[in-house]
């Protein structure tokens, strides 16, 4: 069969807009493989005007692997504990998981064991301003560093901890509660490179998560935060950024083993905002 989905390049340096693709889990077979070669040639494909379905949305998330389960459950939709609300919305038997301060870059999922693959955001709410999305190409960040950097982060390893997030998160949302002792111990410090590599593509990209890093093995706390800095510094460029403005029935999905991402603020008292995340669990 030949593919229906046409591929249009975002207007930057990666990511690209789908068109033509149904968003379900038994959408044909030629269409995925199509969409699978879009996702890790371009990292960030959107797709405009998905019927707000999130049953649909969690089967075609299966096609792509094992769905992970957020660490935050009270804010799972009431009858697809696989969707991840996001939002200051709250009705429908949903409590949308919000955060009133500023958010960091980040990847999805990089305080587990083995880091999630891919998210997939459905924007079933959108404000008509502010709650933008933010893609940070990592793999050209890494590839255009001085080789000096490069030799000196070789082998380097970022200690994420779900811990440390929360307590970022504190820090810049007043009253949000600590961390309870069962969820610290549910998901305990883990090491990553600085530097990863693909599992499929092969490309390596930086790997890094201001907020959740705690610090570089072998390396003090204001010594790691200083590398990460001047790291960050570099990835932050324009010429890697892709900011993306939300409108309902926009569904976007991103390959979180090469890109990172945050979000801006929005007038929460203004606007309501309500998206749907579904995650892709990634492979040792």
Known sequence: MIPSIAIRPLEASFGAELSGLRIAGD???????????????????????????????????????????????????????????????????ITANFARGVEQWHADSSFREVPSAASLFYGAICPPEGGETWFLDAVAA??????????????????????????????????????DEAKRRAFPPVAHPLVRTHPVSGVQSLFLCPAVISHIEGMGVEESAALIEELMDHATQERFVYRHRWREGDLVIWDNRCTLHTASLFDHEKYLRLMFRTTVAGTA
């Open 27 to 93: 959408v044909a077979e030629a269409d995925f493989q199509a969409f699978l070669d879009a996702f890790h040639r371009h990292h960030v494909l959107l797709i405009r005007d998905v019927p707000n379905d999130p049953a649909a949305q969690v089967e075609f998330s299966r096609r792509m692997g094992k769905l992970e389960h957020h660490a935050a459950a009270s804010a799972v939709h009431p009858q697809f504990p696989e969707v991840f609300c996001v939002g200051n919305y709250a009705a429908d038997g």
């Open 142 to 179: 890494y590839e255009t560093l001085p080789e000096t950097m490069k030799a000196r982060i070789e082998g380097l390893r970022g200690v994420h901890c779900l811990y440390t997030l929360s307590e970022w998160n504190r820090r810049h949302t007043p009253g949000r509660p600590p961390m």
